[in-house]
Structures are given as structure tokens and as C-alpha cells.
């Protein structure tokens, strides 16, 4: 199984990014796809994931309104758009599939059984 996040960069304050993640070696459609960040010194943070289930969306609270997650099961792709970053935005941003559907299994990183390379979003002031 792989996990191949891209998409990553240096941006302005305000811009946009769109992350992009492939999936490879699982049967994508009954995997719910998340992403996470993990700042400088800080503990890794969920921050969105579609359920495979229900195509629920669910988004941690600092980037609601700001990010949208999306899945392309043809393209065996999920995607996250990013706009109005912020600074505290920064980070290593992960891309993880889980066999969970709910919004309290897709928040914690330990229902995930697969983890992509992460992807290294700066946000410049």
C-alpha cells in the first residue's frame, strides 16, 4: 500500500494550495481518507477526512470554513483544498486511509492503517 502526498510549498498569507494524495495497493472506495499536520515541536493534529461511507466531510475547527476535502475514487485521489492560510497553517501535512467511517474513528490518527510521506505546506506573514 502507498500513499503519495504532493502539492506542497511556500505561500503568502491569504493564498491557497491544493494537496493532492494518490492511493495505490488497497481498494480505495472502502477507505475513508483523512489529513493531518504536524508543526515544529508540536504533536501531529487532525484536520480533515472524508468518510467512505456517508461522503461526510469532517474538519477540525481551526481550519472549518478554510479547507475543503474531497475524494475522486476513480483517481483513487483525495484532495485537499486549502485557502485563507494562515501562518499557524504551517506544517507537514499527511494524507492516511482508515477502514473507519465515523466522525470520532476519523479523528484519531491511531484508526488509520495507512500513512502517506507527508507534504511540507509553509505559510510565510
Known amino acids: 500500500v502507498q500513499l503519495q502526498a504532493s502539492g506542497g510549498g511556500l505561500v503568502q498569507a491569504g493564498g491557497s494550495l491544493r494537496l493532492s494524495c494518490e492511493v495505490s495497493?488497497?481498494?480505495?472506495?472502502?477507505?475513508?481518507a483523512g489529513w493531518f499536520r504536524q508543526a515544529p515541536g508540536k504533536v501531529r493534529e487532525f484536520v480533515a477526512a472524508?468518510?467512505?461511507?456517508?461522503?461526510?466531510?469532517f474538519y477540525a475547527d481551526s481550519v472549518k470554513g478554510r479547507f475543503t476535502v474531497s475524494r475522486d475514487n476513480a483517481r483513487n485521489t483525495v484532495y485537499l483544498q486549502m485557502s485563507s492560510l494562515k501562518p499557524e497553517d504551517t506544517g507537514v501535512y499527511y494524507c492516511?486511509?482508515?477502514?473507519?467511517?465515523?466522525?470520532?474513528?476519523?479523528?484519531?490518527?491511531?484508526?488509520?492503517?495507512?500513512w502517506g510521506q507527508g507534504t511540507l505546506v509553509t505559510v510565510s506573514s
Open positions: 492516511a486511509a482508515s477502514g473507519y467511517y465515523s466522525y470520532s474513528d476519523l479523528t484519531a490518527n491511531i484508526k488509520y492503517d495507512y
Open positions: 472524508k468518510s467512505y461511507r456517508s461522503g461526510s466531510a
Open positions: 495497493g488497497l481498494t480505495f472506495r472502502i477507505y475513508s
